[in-house]
């Protein structure tokens, strides 16, 4: 009896420190993780810390380093990812619905399905390539806003129907039942019942999506983003460049100032992504707020 | 206990028989020769049931039996589940609702149906019972509905509770309240049928006791339809009883009469807690 009793508190004991030991590894991994993070920003913030002014954020390209600001391409990112999310969403979330909610578990169905998890991974220049061959020359938008956003929006829409998807799957069967037995449609189940619950989940997804839509310079350069644009673009047919195209066309450059000016440009991009995640998480957890 | 548990008696010819109450009245739910498959799977063979009007009629058997499974199959529930199939006939007020024809919303919303765990919207206690009024085009003006509401609410012996958080999330609620939220919620449609699916299983007794009472004024309005598990919740709340076993429905008779002078063997031993 005592003997089992101790070899019971030498097994609790082995598996406190197993316990420990695995919490203690996952803090030193996420400590290292995070130290990356923050030397990147400080070396950012060391080169480029001293140009951020007003001036450089309301400035215009200029063959002076001093006088050169990001105006026009943080205007043109803002743009360019506004009308990505207008086409991208209601086109994703649309998709995964009918994936999840309508479609039958076919071959056709399973196809699909696994098409979208392959496209989700195809590079993203290859994208560019499409909306080149697409968008710029065979429906001829040329260089414009929008032939750069539809190319993003391929982009992120596979990533969209999965996230949107795993949202909808999250959403309890019981939620559904009980609306299907008050003589709800289908429709009506999915619009008033499953999509509030799954909505969280969706703009997370979707947030995070464009986020790395916002960071993307190959598929825009491909369709010809990387030309001297000097002004904010005016509408959807305007040229445009973006952020991370400037940042690229500084660094690319002799002078060392304009170095500082594409570590300058980095930071507006960071502070840009930081504020579309930290919004992710604060309409995630209003929602869910909402919903008690 | 009596002695050993018996083995169990086999089932040949027990189906067949099927004892059926004497019909006073025209059934309002009228089984004919039912099959039911999941997949490849039989999970009911040949039900013949009538079911009479303004009465509580007690589905029982141990778990798997097909009890919750054929009463899902009253309003279509099933439907909603992929790779199922139903043969023969169910028939309501007389139309058979796997016919051509039938409209399967219209169907649900004159049969309500109360599940097993509460499961109230996570909307505010007013939206849950207002929810099912406005799918279906019955919400009229906000007094009308408000006055549906509250209604339905005293309907589910709720109003007192809740009169001062209805704009309160539903899920706040206790456990029991939330089922009576779930019964309100399935009244406020004005069904004529309720089905409930172990209605009190996940519930303290004192919550459980405030179901069955409320089953019981319910039926003067509602044909009610109820499983459960729980023998005793069996024999207070319902009219008749039926025992289903192994996909088969055993016996289907008066509650007294099953409780105190069963026709089968099976279902004396079930009743009897020696097996189960």
Redesign the interface.
């Known amino acids: 009896m005592s003997a089992s009793q101790r070899a019971g508190g030498g097994a609790i004991a082995r598996r406190r420190l197993l316990d420990l030991s695995f919490q203690a590894l996952a803090l030193v991994v996420l400590c290292l993780a995070l130290a990356a993070l923050g030397a990147l920003i400080a070396d950012v913030w060391s080169d480029g810390g001293r140009r951020l002014s007003w001036d450089f954020l309301t400035g215009f390209p200029s063959r002076r380093p001093a006088d050169a600001g990001v105006w026009h391409a943080l205007t043109g990112s803002i743009f360019v990812i506004l009308v990505t999310g207008l086409l991208a969403v209601p086109i994703g979330v649309a998709a995964a619905i009918y994936l999840e909610e309508y479609g039958t578990r076919s071959l056709s169905a399973r196809i699909i399905e696994i098409n979208i998890t392959n496209l989700a991974a195809v590079p993203s220049i290859i994208y560019g390539l499409l909306g080149l061959g697409l968008f710029v020359r065979a429906l001829g938008m040329g260089r414009s806003v929008l032939a750069g956003a539809s190319t993003l929006a391929l982009l992120v829409l596979p990533v969209i129907i999965l996230s949107t998807r795993e949202a909808l799957r999250a959403v309890p069967p019981s939620i559904r039942e009980g609306s299907y037995a008050l003589g709800a449609t289908k429709w009506q189940t999915v619009w008033y019942q499953v999509l509030p619950v799954a909505l969280p989940g969706i703009l997370t997804g979707t947030i995070l999506a464009l986020s790395r839509a916002i960071g993307e310079t190959a598929p825009l350069i491909t369709i010809g983003a990387l030309t001297f644009v000097a002004f904010a673009p005016d509408g959807l047919w305007s040229p445009f460049t973006v952020l991370p195209i400037q940042i690229f066309n500084w660094v690319s450059r002799p002078q060392a100032e304009f170095q500082v000016n594409a570590a300058a440009a980095s930071l507006v991009l960071l502070a840009l992504l930081l504020t579309m995640n930290a919004a992710a998480i604060w309409l995630r957890d209003r929602y869910q707020k909402d919903l008690g | 206990m009596r002695g050993p548990a018996p083995a169990l008696p086999s089932l040949a010819g027990v189906a067949a028989r099927g004892a059926q109450p004497a019909a006073d009245r025209p059934p309002k739910i009228q089984a004919d020769g039912l099959n039911f498959y999941y997949g490849d799977t039989l999970a009911l063979q040949d039900i013949s049931v009538r079911i009479q009007p303004n009465l509580v009629t007690a589905f029982i058997g141990p778990s798997g039996c097909g009890k919750s499974t054929f009463l899902r199959t009253l309003?279509r529930?099933n439907d909603?589940i992929?790779g199922t199939r139903v043969e023969g006939r169910v028939l309501i007020d007389g139309t058979d609702i796997y016919g051509s024809g039938i409209d399967v919303?219209?169907?649900?919303?004159?049969i309500?149906?109360v599940?097993q765990?509460s499961?109230?919207?996570?909307k505010t206690v007013f939206d849950n019972v207002a929810?099912?009024l406005r799918?279906?085009g019955m919400a009229g003006s906000r007094s009308e509905l408000e006055a549906r509401v509250e209604e339905s609410l005293r309907q589910a012996a709720l109003w007192d509770e809740v009169k001062d958080r209805l704009r309160?999330?539903?899920?706040?609620m206790s456990g029991g309240q939330q089922q009576r939220l779930?019964i309100a919620?399935?009244l406020a449609?004005r069904p004529d049928i309720l089905l409930m699916d172990e209605p009190a299983s996940a519930l303290d007794p004192i919550a459980t006791q405030r179901i069955e009472e409320l089953v019981y004024d319910l039926k003067k309005t509602y044909t009610i339809v109820i499983v459960t598990h729980n023998m005793q919740q069996a024999a207070r709340v319902s009219d008749f009883t039926a025992f289903f076993w192994l996909g088969r429905l055993v016996e289907y008779d008066r509650t007294d009469k099953m409780f105190t002078n069963p026709g089968e063997k099976l279902t004396e031993d079930y009743v009897t807690g020696r097996f189960g």
Do not use: H, T
């Open positions: 309003n529930m909603i992929p919303v219209e169907l649900r919303r004159r309500g149906m599940f765990k499961n109230p919207f996570p929810y099912g799918v279906n309160d999330s539903a899920l706040a779930c919620r399935a449609v």
